[in-house]
């Protein structure tokens, strides 16, 4: 069982909101990914973190922002909601390593931007 | 990181063996080779993974062609929930998906 948490699992918000979708593990992982996934798409890597003070922005482009003050914690901001934002935002967590770990998945959070 | 090519979908019987393809001839000598799968409304789950040698585990086989330019993901006997979208990625770093392989199970 994956010990790598979302919240919230959905939500619905008005343009303009401030939000942020939390991410803890208690792997103790270095290493974690933030994905965005519209429906029956490919997941697209937006941020990820080698570990503390480490955040680095992925291959798809976002307006979101990350940080990680602890090991165990990496959440997502969207300073200004927009629809353009409606999607699925999916945590992953992974040991540090040249590529031989396995990563873990959260449930993710479906946002809706209304 | 690799480039993996994966055809769009497949088709198989339930209780048959599923062999899943994948390229990557882009693969350099300390990428390893990882497959994830992707079940209807949930996030990714871990399959298995390799870097030289054929592997084996309780969900699945990973074989590794010789030149490491291919290899392929064996479900040894297919069920109804094995339909999902299986990922196969090249990786040292970061894990990028590509758009993987749509798995069809027919009872």
């Known amino acids: 069982e994956a010990d790598i948490y979302q919240t919230p699992r959905y939500l619905v918000i008005g343009t303009g909101k401030k939000i942020t979708l939390e991410c803890s593990q208690t792997?103790?992982?270095?290493?974690m990914y933030w994905y965005q996934q519209d429906p029956g798409m490919e997941l697209h890597l937006i941020h990820y973190?080698?570990?503390?003070?480490?955040?680095e922005k992925g291959d798809l482009s976002s307006e979101s922002t990350v940080s990680r003050i602890r090991t165990e914690h990496f959440p997502l901001t969207l300073e200004s909601a927009r629809p353009s934002h409606t999607s699925q935002y999916l945590c992953?967590?992974?040991?540090?390593?040249?590529?031989?770990?396995?990563?873990?998945f959260g449930q993710g959070t479906r946002l809706t931007v209304v | 990181d690799a480039k993996t090519t994966q055809p769009n979908s497949m088709e198989s019987n339930e209780e048959e063996p599923v062999h899943l393809p994948c390229n990557h001839s882009?693969?350099?000598?300390?990428?390893?080779i990882h497959w994830y799968r992707q079940l209807p409304s949930q996030g990714p789950e871990y399959v298995i993974h390799g870097l030289t040698s054929n592997v084996n585990n309780r969900m699945a086989s990973l074989a590794i062609a010789e030149d490491r330019k291919s290899s392929t993901l064996i479900l040894h006997r297919a069920t109804l929930r094995d339909a999902a979208v299986y990922y196969c990625?090249?990786?040292?770093?970061?894990?990028?998906f590509g758009k993987g392989t749509r798995l069809h199970i027919l009872p």
């Open positions: 882009t693969i350099s000598g300390t990428d390893y």
């Open positions: 973190s080698y570990g503390v003070n480490s955040t």
């Open positions: 992953a967590s992974s040991e540090s390593g040249q590529g031989g770990t396995e990563a873990f």
């Open positions: 990625i090249g990786n040292r770093d970061k894990i990028i």
């Open positions: 792997m103790g992982h270095d290493k």
